[in-house]
């Protein structure tokens, strides 16, 4: 079977990182992680902060992960390795049903919010128009990897400029931290606490998209040196970012500016430098938000096309379009289902749905570091994690901790995620029995 070609370097693989996970949270995600928050800056500062570095950890365990076995597939490569193909299925299953389609679903929707700005439109309209969006991001990704990611690194230019330009600013012409009484709270109470985690959940949806990177290792030049380094320093260009701009919205419209804002930075744009501005701003906000979708798109595509090389997916998704390179059943399949959950679902249902599913899997993944290590001591290692067991043992148990505090607060949500989860243990023994892969 034809394998995907390797065309990224370590420069682009730190461009498509941000480009990835700088979709709509950073513009619309502030104002929930504030509420979350008591109102409180400080508390709300330090669960951007908290989340940047758990981000962080992950990467640098992915890292390791990705050097170890740099092939296309990432992820699903790393759990199947290390607990067996009937895990590795249910995240493949999960990442097509719920998390990689819902996520490229969620942006879709998101946008709509911004373009109404310029087209008003009514709710059955916009419910249309993120639809076609939905299919359009995901299907430019069938006419080959290198314009994929040329088109990504046009947006992701754009949208970093958009948002250095408020963080440089907001800060100097706003007045909203004159308006902050307290930085932090009188006390941290176990209701605060909680509510936090909640914030947090939202603050890591904004950070989501970094795991997809690993999907497209296999497709980076020299691997081994590349991808770890552009990884962790796409990574962490995100953690600055993000905590800059939570301030400077802050800056622009004060916390109670911010608690009282659906779009807050175009509402502080508007705010600091005028209507025209705040409408301007939404240009680059709607790039961000497709861009995102289309790399989400582009990368999880690669799982579901390394799912039918290990025959446990269906056929047709493991083949690559001889005249594109790209494996086009799998983007198509994976384009169509996207548009299904955009026409069916809020933008803050599916937040709360992706990120929360997500997260049992990504918890998997870091500990899949130790269990390798475990299970493949001599394996080759060209990039080790720093600190180990210590960092993957952080991200692991925040991560869990994450999925234990949304089923707690969030039950309902909490059970259809599980559940949607735990049906593909069924489906893959079904899918074996059926229809067993060529190795077994």
Do not use: C, H
Request: zero cysteines; hydrophobic letters at 55%.
């Amino acid at each position: 079977m034809e394998e995907l070609k390797p065309v990224f370097t370590a420069r682009s693989v730190a461009v498509l990182t941000v480009g990835a996970v700088i979709g709509s949270g950073v513009f619309l995600v502030p104002t929930a992680v504030l509420r979350d928050s008591g109102g409180s800056v400080g508390v709300a500062t330090l669960i951007w902060v908290l989340g940047g570095v758990l981000s962080f950890l992950g990467a640098l365990s992915y890292a390791e992960l990705s050097a170890m076995n740099p092939k296309a597939g990432g992820l699903y490569l790393y759990l199947r390795d290390a607990f067996g193909q009937a895990v590795a299925f249910a995240y493949g299953w999960t990442l097509f049903v719920v998390i990689g389609s819902g996520t490229v679903a969620t942006l879709a929707v998101a946008s709509t919010a911004y373009l109404a700005e310029w087209i008003p439109m009514a709710p059955t309209t916009r419910t249309m128009v993120a639809v076609v969006l939905a299919l359009a991001v995901a299907l430019v990704n069938v006419f080959g990897t290198g314009q994929s990611a040329r088109i990504i690194n046009i947006g992701t230019v754009l949208k970093v400029g958009a948002i250095v330009l408020l963080i440089v600013a907001l800060p100097i012409l706003g007045s909203g931290f004159q308006q902050v009484d307290r930085v932090w709270p009188e006390a941290m109470t176990p209701g605060l606490l909680t509510t936090a985690g909640i914030g947090l959940v939202s603050v890591l949806w904004a950070y989501e998209g970094w795991q997809y990177l690993t999907f497209i290792a296999g497709e980076t030049i020299e691997p081994q040196r590349n991808f770890p380094r552009g990884l962790a320093l796409g990574t962490l260009a995100l953690v600055v970012i993000y905590v800059l701009a939570s301030l400077a919205y802050i800056a622009g419209l004060g916390p109670a500016g911010v608690l009282g804002s659906t779009r807050v930075a175009a509402d502080a744009a508007r705010e600091v430098l005028g209507p025209a501005w705040g409408k301007a701003i939404t240009i680059p906000i709607i790039v961000s938000m497709l861009t995102a979708a289309q790399s989400n798109a582009m990368m999880s595509a690669r799982v579901y096309y390394a799912m039918a090389k290990d025959g446990v997916f269906f056929a047709p998704m493991g083949r690559i379009n001889k005249r594109f390179g790209t494996p086009a059943v799998a983007i198509v399949a994976a384009a169509i289902w996207s548009a299904v959950l955009a026409a069916s679902g809020t933008f803050e249902v599916l937040l709360r749905y992706v990120v929360f599913v997500g997260w049992v899997f990504y918890a998997l993944a870091g500990l899949a570091v130790i269990a390798l290590r475990r299970k493949r001591p001599d394996a080759p290692r060209p990039f080790r994690v720093p600190g180990y067991p210590i960092t993957p043992l952080l991200f692991v148990l925040s991560g869990f901790a994450i999925v234990v505090n949304t089923v707690i607060e969030n039950p309902r949500q909490g059970a259809i995620g599980l559940g949607a989860t735990a049906l593909a243990i069924p489906i893959y023994f079904l899918w074996r029995r059926l229809a067993p892969p060529p190795n077994a």
